[in-house]
């Protein structure tokens, strides 16, 4: 995978604490004074990575549309996980497995909240579908605060086949709609586990819901019919902590 720029503070901070030895080059902007810029420069100076000072311009035309605050690093991100490494991951994490699959979050927003999230409850790993997610752009991971850097991110060519890879672990998979009559809250999510979530729009694809083990859906008495899908992740993931908790 091809260098790219790393934005704003959380993300380069996630990058220098989880994988340094990938940072090629650190740029802060021109007569910058925030303290933990200035704290993050010298932390990568002190890891022998080069860093640069750059008028506000040049930082603004490689951050995009996401907020720099006055740094960047051009970052070697690793591979992308497969669904060949989901075995080793589930065996790792053994009865505490708690896999979370994002079938086709496409809003680079969405996704970096949604890895923020996994990252505060200890995901085993996130599964997305090779051609249908947005990837580890700069945007998801300024949004990811540095979740980004902390859980694997499995990128399956085939997510009915990783699924099946999950099944096969003894995982059970709960996938999350609305037009359904079962409760989140109702469903076992003690264990080895995998939470589904669909697309923004069209929610999951038909053939990923036929192999979940349950659908179900998270109640709302109020007048919306549904959530956005990074709230929704953060609301399931955290019941399925509390009742581990309770365990």
């Known amino acids: 995978m091809s260098e790219s720029w790393i934005v704003g503070i959380n993300p380069v901070e996630g990058a220098l604490s989880n994988d340094a030895e990938r940072v090629r080059e650190v740029l802060v902007e021109n007569g910058q004074r925030n303290a933990r810029v200035h704290e993050l420069a010298e932390r990568a100076k002190a890891l022998k990575i080069p ?12 951050a995009g549309e996401a907020r720099h605050q006055g740094i960047v690093a051009l970052y070697e991100p690793p591979p992308m996980a497969s ?27 969405n996704l970096g909240a949604c890895l923020r ?10 599964v997305v579908p090779k051609d249908r997610a947005v990837g580890l752009t700069p945007v998801v991971r300024r949004a990811s605060a540095g979740g980004a850097d902390r859980v694997p991110l499995v990128a399956a060519t085939n997510l009915a086949r990783a699924l099946r890879t999950l099944k096969d672990a003894g995982v059970w ?3 999350l709609a609305g037009d359904t009559d079962q ?4 469903i076992d999510l003690k264990g080895p586990v995998a939470l589904v979530l ?19 859906k ?20 955290f019941e399925a902590l509390r009742q581990r908790s309770a365990r």
């Open 117 to 126: 999230s996994a990252a505060a409850a200890k995901v085993t790993a996130v």
């Open 183 to 186: 409760s989140i809250y109702d």
């Open 51 to 62: 860093v640069h000072h750059r008028p506000r311009e040049q930082l603004d035309k490689l």
């Open 218 to 237: 998270i109640p709302m008495p109020g007048t919306m019919e549904s959530l956005n899908v990074s709230v929704a992740t953060g609301v399931v993931l």
């Open 198 to 216: 669909g697309s923004e729009g069209e929610g999951m694809r038909r053939l990923t819901r036929e192999t979940c083990d349950f659908v179900a």
């Open 83 to 109: 669904e060949n490494d989901l075995p080793g991951l589930l065996e790792k994490a053994g009865n505490d497995a708690l896999v979370l699959v994002l079938d086709g979050v496409t809003d680079p927003h």
């Open 173 to 175: 998979i709960t996938g």
